[in-house]
Every structure is written in structure tokens, then in C-alpha cells.
């Protein structure tokens, strides 16, 4: 019963971690409203966590006044997409090896990475305690 019990609590954290990575790929300023589908600090900063430096469709955004009808037709990074593309297509309007003809965006590898290992890390701790309990 006790060795059940700690396979119920290494279960659940190992699903809770998944939880919490994908929160963290959904959290975001207020001021992002405005471009919702971008679910990155990569977005606007060169800086994965956000703050510090703008890439080069941060500066833009903010050298219109935040006024992102400004920008829609620019593209920022100069990789053949208008940031309104980018936004619809979930890539980064800031980051030229972000879009629709590269790869998915980093924080959704990422995620999808960091949930696995944490299910896998589950699963072996079961089964790892299964076996001693037959043994
Ligand atoms: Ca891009």
C-alpha cells in the first residue's frame, strides 16, 4: 500500500509537470492582447525569458506606439512573411529561422520534449517498483 502510494505521487508529478510546462508556454504580459497569437517572449525580445532587448519586430512594434496595424504588412526579420502572416501562422515576426517553411516554434519542442521525459519518468518509476514488488 505504501509503494502505491509513492507510485500515485511520482505519477502525479511527473503529469503536473506537463501541466506547468504548458502553462508557462501560455503565460503572457497584458499588453500582448493585442498580438494573441503569439505565445513567446520571443515575440518582441531576444532575451527567451522576455525584458532586455528588442529583436527587430520588438523595436518596430515599439517605434509605432504598440499599434500593431502599423506593422501587419512589414516584415520585421526579413524572411519573406508580413508579420501579420507570421502572427496567424504562430511564428516568431522577430526571428527569420521562425516560419511557415522552417521549423515548429521552440517553446512548443520544447514543451512537448520536457512532457515526455516527464511521462517516461513516470512510467519507469512504476514499473521499476512493480518489478521489486514481484521480486
Ligand atoms: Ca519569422
Given at each position: 500500500m505504501k509503494k502505491l502510494s509513492k507510485q500515485i505521487i511520482i505519477l502525479s508529478i511527473a503529469i503536473a509537470s506537463l501541466f506547468i510546462v504548458s502553462a508557462a508556454a501560455q503565460a503572457r504580459p497584458s499588453y500582448q492582447v493585442q498580438l494573441q497569437p503569439l505565445e513567446s517572449c520571443l515575440s518582441c525580445h531576444t532575451n527567451r525569458g522576455g525584458g532586455g532587448s528588442l529583436n527587430s519586430f520588438g523595436q518596430d512594434w515599439a517605434s509605432n506606439g504598440r499599434q500593431f496595424k502599423k506593422i501587419?504588412?512589414?516584415?520585421?526579420?526579413?524572411?519573406?512573411?508580413?508579420n501579420e502572416r507570421e502572427i496567424k501562422d504562430k511564428t516568431?515576426?522577430?526571428?527569420?529561422?521562425?516560419?511557415?517553411d522552417a521549423r515548429p516554434s521552440y517553446l512548443l519542442i520544447g514543451s512537448f520534449v520536457l512532457g515526455a521525459i516527464a511521462i517516461i519518468a513516470g512510467i519507469w518509476t512504476l514499473v521499476a517498483n512493480s518489478r521489486k514488488d514481484n521480486s
Amino acid at each position: 500500500m505504501k509503494k502505491l502510494s509513492k507510485q500515485i505521487i511520482i505519477l502525479s508529478i511527473a503529469i503536473a509537470s506537463l501541466f506547468i510546462v504548458s502553462a508557462a508556454a501560455q503565460a503572457r504580459p497584458s499588453y500582448q492582447v493585442q498580438l494573441q497569437p503569439l505565445e513567446s517572449c520571443l515575440s518582441c525580445h531576444t532575451n527567451r525569458g522576455g525584458g532586455g532587448s528588442l529583436n527587430s519586430f520588438g523595436q518596430d512594434w515599439a517605434s509605432n506606439g504598440r499599434q500593431f496595424k502599423k506593422i501587419a504588412k512589414k516584415d520585421s526579420d526579413g524572411d519573406g512573411f508580413t508579420n501579420e502572416r507570421e502572427i496567424k501562422d504562430k511564428t516568431l515576426p522577430g526571428d527569420p529561422e521562425s516560419n511557415r517553411d522552417a521549423r515548429p516554434s521552440y517553446l512548443l519542442i520544447g514543451s512537448f520534449v520536457l512532457g515526455a521525459i516527464a511521462i517516461i519518468a513516470g512510467i519507469w518509476t512504476l514499473v521499476a517498483n512493480s518489478r521489486k514488488d514481484n521480486s
